[in-house]
Each structure stands twice: as C-alpha cells, then as structure tokens.
C-alpha cells in the first residue's frame, strides 16, 4: 500500500465520522479502525529501530498531525460535556 493510499484512507475515515454528524460524547469516542491502528503502530515501530522510509516518514508524520487535531477536538469536546 502506498502512503497516499493510507493517507487517504485516514482521511476518508475522520471525514466520514464528522459527515455522519457528531456530537461532543461521539468524539470523545472516536477510534480509527483497527486496520489504521496497526499501520500506526507499524510506522512507529519502524521509526523506533530506525528503518523509516522516507515515504513511511512522511505518512507517520500526517497520521501525527491528525492524531493531533483529534486529541485537540477530543479535548474541546470534554469541555462541551463538563459544562453542559
């Protein structure tokens, strides 16, 4: 599988759960699939013993981005549910 595949296939993922329509427990919820996951923990492993591709690097470094940006809304989503 190529990096552009498995970019776009976190992509679709992430932009499916927010087209379904959201509410602040369902992000607090949201887990990538399992076969995402294990892509993840393959790149870090990978990065961990040092044999990351660059193409892998890259990709990890997207799957960081978006695992940043859900960690941000995951965040604000607890203060939607803590005030309600």
Do not use: W
């Not at 379904?20 to 961990?48: C, I, M, W």
Request: hydrophobic share 35%; proline share 2%.
């Amino acid at each position: 599988m190529t990096t552009s595949v498995n970019i776009t296939k976190v992509y679709d993922e992430i932009i499916d759960f927010i087209a379904a329509g959201t509410t602040p427990q369902s992000v607090v919820n949201f887990q990538l699939s399992d076969s995402t996951k294990e892509r993840l923990e393959y790149l870090v492993y990978q990065h961990k013993i040092g044999e990351l591709t660059p193409e892998d690097k890259k990709e990890l470094d997207y799957f960081l981005t978006l695992e940043h940006i859900m960690t941000l809304a995951k965040a604000k989503a607890h203060q939607y549910l803590s005030a309600e």
